[in-house]
């Protein structure tokens, strides 16, 4: 396998070519099935399993399970932003100083716990958004303004390839 198919198991994000009522549902369903997905790649695994890299030189899987509760903290948070404060700046953060945090070798229970309930309430919210609402941004330090429907493609992804991660390093250790 190559790194990129390893850092990329599902491929690169990319901006949806169409933001039609059925795809944005399909976002979102993917967004709320994303803690599930997540606790079930990781179930099972040791203490040993679960301080594994990915990939040389990448996060182990604990690192992975609490990066996408630090990522979907702060997805929350920007839906909120743009919902209540159209354009607002936002904060970016170092996400691999956060993975690097003493709470990065916390059980995995804790996160995973964390994005149950915070799926429930950001779903909540994308569930309720109206086509107006959905084309409000918030502004991003590099990327610029993205749109709410760029920002729920974008973590439907992250789900999806940070849980490809666990379930296709568990497939190349046969755990």
């Known amino acids: 396998m190559t790194d990129d198919s390893l850092r990329y198991p599902i491929g690169h994000w990319s901006v949806p070519s169409t933001t039609d009522a059925a795809t944005l549902a399909g976002l979102v369903d993917a967004i709320a099935e994303a803690p599930a997905r997540l606790r079930a790649a990781v179930a099972g695994l040791s203490d040993a399993q679960l301080d594994t890299p990915y990939r040389d030189g990448g996060w182990t899987v604990r690192q992975v399970v609490h990066h996408v509760a630090?990522?979907?903290?702060?997805?929350?948070?920007?839906?909120?932003?743009?919902?209540?404060e159209p354009g607002a700046p936002i904060v970016a953060y170092e996400e691999a100083r956060w993975a690097e945090l003493p709470d990065s070798r916390l059980p995995i229970d804790v996160s995973l716990a964390l994005l149950d309930a915070l799926h429930v309430r950001w779903v909540t919210n994308l569930r309720?958004?109206?086509?107006?609402?959905?084309?409000?941004?918030?502004?991003?330090?590099?990327?610029?303004e993205v749109p709410?429907?760029?920002?729920?493609?974008?973590?439907?992804?992250?789900?999806?390839?940070?849980?490809?991660?666990?379930t296709r390093l568990r497939e190349r250790m046969g755990w």
């Open 70 to 84: 630090d990522s979907h903290a702060n997805a929350y948070i920007r839906v909120k932003k743009a919902l209540t």
């Open 128 to 144: 309720a958004a109206t086509p107006d609402d959905l084309v409000k941004t918030y502004r991003h330090p590099e990327l610029g």
């Open 148 to 166: 709410l429907t760029s920002a729920m493609a974008m973590y439907a992804w992250h789900g999806r390839h940070h849980t490809a991660h666990v």
